[in-house]
C-alpha cells in the first residue's frame, strides 16, 4: 500500500484529497504506511487533504503526527494551502471546526500560532457546540500552552 502510483503519489495521498477520512485512518493505523511521503512536487497527503479543504482527512493527518512545515517544491506548507482555503471558501468541518480549532485539537502549539498570525479572526469562531478554539482547549485538558497562545492572541 505504500508503494507509490503516479507522481510518486500514494495511496494516502489519495485518500486524504478525496476525503476519505476511515480510510485515512485503515492506512494509517491498520497497514502502518508512512504519514508523510512527499510527491514528485514535494506535496505530502497532508498538503492533499488542505488543498481540496479535506477537513476531516486533514485533522486526522495531524492528530497521527504528520508534519505540517514540509514544504513543497514552491516552498508552500500545508498550512499554507490551508489558510488560503480557509481565507477563500472557509476551511470547516462537519462540526463547524475552523481551522483554528483543529489545530487546538492536534494539541499543536506551534501550529496555533501560524495560524493566529495569520488569521486571528478565528479564534472568535465558534463550532456547532458553542465553542470557541479557546473553550475547545479547556475542555480537552492538558493545553496550557495553547491556552497561554490563545489566550494573549485574545489581549491584542
Known amino acids: 500500500m505504500d508503494v507509490p502510483i503516479k507522481g510518486k503519489r500514494t495511496a494516502l495521498h489519495l485518500a486524504a484529497e478525496s476525503g476519505r477520512e476511515p480510510l485515512v485512518q485503515l492506512l494509517l493505523e491498520q497497514l502502518n504506511i508512512a504519514i508523510n511521503p512527499q510527491d514528485?512536487?514535494?506535496r505530502t497527503p497532508l498538503h492533499a487533504a488542505a488543498t481540496v479543504g479535506s477537513t476531516e482527512s486533514f485533522h486526522q493527518l495531524l492528530r497521527s503526527g504528520a508534519n505540517w512545515s514540509l514544504a513543497d517544491?514552491?516552498?508552500?506548507t500545508a498550512i499554507?494551502?490551508?489558510?488560503f482555503v480557509s481565507r477563500t471558501r472557509g476551511f470547516v468541518d462537519k462540526k463547524k471546526n475552523n481551522l483554528l480549532h483543529i489545530a487546538v485539537g492536534a494539541n499543536d502549539p506551534?501550529?496555533?500560532k501560524v495560524i493566529i498570525?495569520?488569521?486571528?479572526?478565528?479564534a472568535t469562531k465558534?463550532?456547532?457546540n458553542g465553542q470557541t478554539p479557546i473553550e475547545c482547549a479547556i475542555t480537552q485538558g492538558d493545553q496550557f500552552k495553547i491556552l497561554q497562545i490563545l489566550m494573549?492572541?485574545?489581549?491584542?
Open 80 to 83: 499554507h494551502n490551508a489558510l
Open 40 to 42: 514528485k512536487k514535494g
Open 126 to 128: 465558534q463550532n456547532n
Open 152 to 156: 494573549k492572541a485574545g489581549e491584542k
Open 110 to 112: 506551534e501550529l496555533v
Open 117 to 122: 498570525a495569520h488569521q486571528p479572526e478565528l
Open 73 to 76: 517544491t514552491k516552498g508552500k
